[in-house]
């Protein structure tokens, strides 16, 4: 979900084998134009332009989003979605960027907050040069967090790995 330009698809293709299907959704024609030509040779992939919130696909065993919870107005509704659409026994994943709380890279949290700065729409210079020492990734951290707590809420068998210096974390979870 939010495929973007698909920078995963080929490897959840080959993951998934010949038997199973990939379909990469995103709302943005120019991202998933890009997508489209990535899986032009890939058989068991495609994409479909379409709102994440209201998945186009009526059933799937897994769902992936990478870098897109952040972005949704209500996270948690869309995650517990999710869980639906994939049912009992289906896997969900999540990847996002978050200030890190890994000790040793913590000093970095303040260049986190402007790159987050530097990234939201309609931001001013001003706004980058201040996000270091305000909170300016609270609005992205807490739908990230309120997407993992959705994710928490439904799951067992859950799995949470972080990259990046602690930045980044992937949580997946089984659905009950
Ligand atoms: C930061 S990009 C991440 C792209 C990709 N998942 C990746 O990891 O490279 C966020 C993507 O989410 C998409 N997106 C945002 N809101 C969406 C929605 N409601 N439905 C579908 N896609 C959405 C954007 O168009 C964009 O491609």
Do not use: H, K
């Amino acid at each position: 979900m939010g495929c973007g330009t698909g920078v995963n698809l080929p490897y959840l293709a080959e993951r998934v084998g010949p038997e199973g299907a990939v379909v990469g959704v995103d709302i943005t024609g120019p991202l998933l134009n890009r997508a489209r030509e990535g899986v032009v040779d890939i058989d068991n992939a495609s994409v479909v332009q379409a709102d994440a919130t209201r998945p186009p696909v009526a059933d799937a065993d897994a769902v992936l989003g990478t870098f897109v919870c952040g972005l949704f107005e209500d996270p948690a509704a869309v995650v517990d979605d999710w869980c639906d659409l994939v049912g009992s026994g289906g896997r969900v994943a999540l990847m996002d960027a978050t200030a890190t709380g890994t000790p040793l890279a913590r000093p970095l949290n303040p260049l986190f907050r402007a790159f987050v700065a530097a990234g939201a729409p309609g931001s001013t210079p001003g706004d980058v040069l201040r996000a270091p020492f305000g909170q300016f990734d609270g609005p992205l951290s807490r739908r990230v967090e309120a997407s993992r707590a959705a994710l928490a809420a439904r799951t067992d068998d859950r799995r949470y790995e972080t990259f990046a210096a602690g930045f980044v974390g992937l949580l997946s979870g089984r659905v009950r």
